[in-house]
């Protein structure tokens, strides 16, 4: 028998990776991440009144709900097995204030849109944000007292605010404005208030990143913002100090870390992953999805296959779940697959 050796076995020393890439079912069975529904929270905005499903000019494809159609439209992504919806409400421009205080009224417009899809889809998780951003007059999320964001003042007011969106009826707080010690106070008062079954998802880091400019059109708050967030977010060069942000969320009591932005800091999802064992979860920010939609639109790239790997690639680097705006989308896709 003639010897068949080829040139590349002898450089390879007979190991070839093509083989187990070598048709359909050989990938498929040595696929290491998958994405599934049960991946996906579904981030939402709620506006007042009824009857209102408006598009938002910056996310082509993503809509500004009144509670009526949110109600739907969270028995809709229950069908379809997405676990938890992240709630954003866009707060009539009068009721916003210097220090957001509609923020505490039980019957805001985020409260009246928990309570109303825990009463019609129970089984849908409802993740509440309790930073001062959609309340406040100036778009920062804390309270401004001469040209500064009080850091103890404002941790006092959204540990509030955490009990009464809990009284609600919300399943997790998800404190998204980066006062130092927040965690611990949110986690204080709601134990204090009983609500010690509500979770805390910690955007425990949070940078401050210009890819959420869709949001603040979304929830009126780009044109109101006075200065930028970087004496709270985090900078998008610090990678070390995330982490250590990170650690305090953890010993303050987070049951859950999240990375935000989402794609540019899959370094940081591995490293929170890695580091505390915490479920960790990625936003995958506004910005991030408009630029797809935006490429997508123009034909530049197949958009569907470059949202599933934007997902995927979360999940490989550790993520056990992702907030993306594509979650409907993903799921409606992943439903139809054998
Ligand atoms: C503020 C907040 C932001 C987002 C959600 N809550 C950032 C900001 O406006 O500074 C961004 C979400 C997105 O871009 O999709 N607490």
Redesign the pocket.
């Known amino acids: 028998m003639t010897d068949k050796t080829n040139p590349v076995d002898l450089i390879t020393g007979h190991r070839r990776m093509r083989r187990n890439r070598k048709a359909d079912w050989t990938r498929r069975m040595v696929q290491e991440n998958r994405l599934t529904a049960d991946d996906l929270i579904w ?1 939402i905005f709620v506006v007042p009144g009824s009857g209102i499903v408006v598009p938002i000019e910056a996310m082509p494809g993503v809509n500004r709900m009144s509670i009526d159609k949110a109600v739907e439209a969270a028995k809709e992504a229950a069908d379809l097995g997405i676990p938890a919806l992240a709630t ?1 409400p866009n707060i009539e421009m009068r009721l916003r204030d210097e220090t957001g205080s509609n923020s505490l009224a039980a019957n805001n417009l985020i409260n009246e849109t928990t309570r109303a899809i825990k009463k019609a889809v129970p089984n849908i998780g409802v993740i509440t ?1 309790v ?4 309340f406040t007059s100036h ?1 920062h ?1 804390g309270i401004l007292r001469n040209g500064e964001i009080v850091n103890d003042e404002t941790v006092a007011q959204i540990a509030r605010a955490a009990v009464v969106q809990a009284e609600a009826g919300a399943d997790i707080i998800a404190p ?2 980066m006062m130092d010690g927040r965690v611990g106070a949110i986690r204080r008062a709601l134990d204090a208030a009983g609500h010690q079954n509500v979770g805390i998802m910690s ?1 425990a880091t ?1 940078f ?2 210009a ?6 059109e ?2 009126g ?2 044109g109101l ?1 006075k200065g930028d ?1 970087k004496t709270y ?1 985090i900078d998008p060069a610090n990678g070390t100090e995330a982490m250590r942000d990170a650690a305090l969320d953890v010993e303050e009591g987070a049951d859950m870390l999240m990375v ?2 989402g794609l540019p800091y899959l370094d940081i999802c591995w490293r929170m992953k890695e580091s505390f064992g915490l479920p960790v979860f990625a ?7 408009t630029m797809i939609k935006a490429a997508a639109a123009n034909g530049w790239i197949d958009g569907e296959r470059v949202m599933l790997e934007t997902l995927l690639a979360f999940k490989r680097a550790g993520c056990d779940g992702i ?1 993306s ?1 594509f979650a409907m989308d993903v799921a409606r896709i992943l439903a139809k697959r054998p």
């Open positions: 981030p954003f944000d930073a001062l951003d959609p778009g999320d998204s404005d955007y949070k401050a990143s890819f959420y400019g869709p949001y603040r979304a929830i708050t780009g913002l967030k977010y935000k932005p936003y995958q920010v506004s910005g991030e999805y907030l705006y």
